[in-house]
């Protein structure tokens, strides 16, 4: 039996710059709280081909579970809680604006 489809957002990383990114309605934000959350499997798997087919712009795109009982969407897993705080490295980054590091 397969497990059920739980909600997802498509994440990848910009190409150029390398920051995490999100797909939304219209385009692409670094911010996951704006992201399309995707609750269909079938719309999910179309909207990663079109993710997937943006070589000039994203690189390693994939489907990420997410958590929508709140107001905006929570990453499931560790890697992607990980991926939605930023680069590790203070000096750059999401994290760079972070006043209390």
Known sequence: MPKPFTPKVVTA????????????????????????????EADADL?????VQQVDM??????????????TPIPTHFREDFRAKGPSNYAH???EALSNV
Do not use: K
Not at 47 to 51: G, K, P, Q
Not at 58 to 71: E, K, P, R
């Open 13 to 40: 990383n910009a190409l150029l710059e390398g920051d995490v990114i999100y797909q939304t309605a219209t385009g692409w934000s670094r911010s996951l709280a704006e992201a399309e959350v995707l609750t269909d």
């Open 47 to 51: 909207r990663l081909i079109e993710a």
């Open 58 to 71: 994203v690189v390693g795109a994939y489907l990420a579970d997410v958590d929508t009982s709140g107001d």
């Open 93 to 95: 980054g999401q994290q």
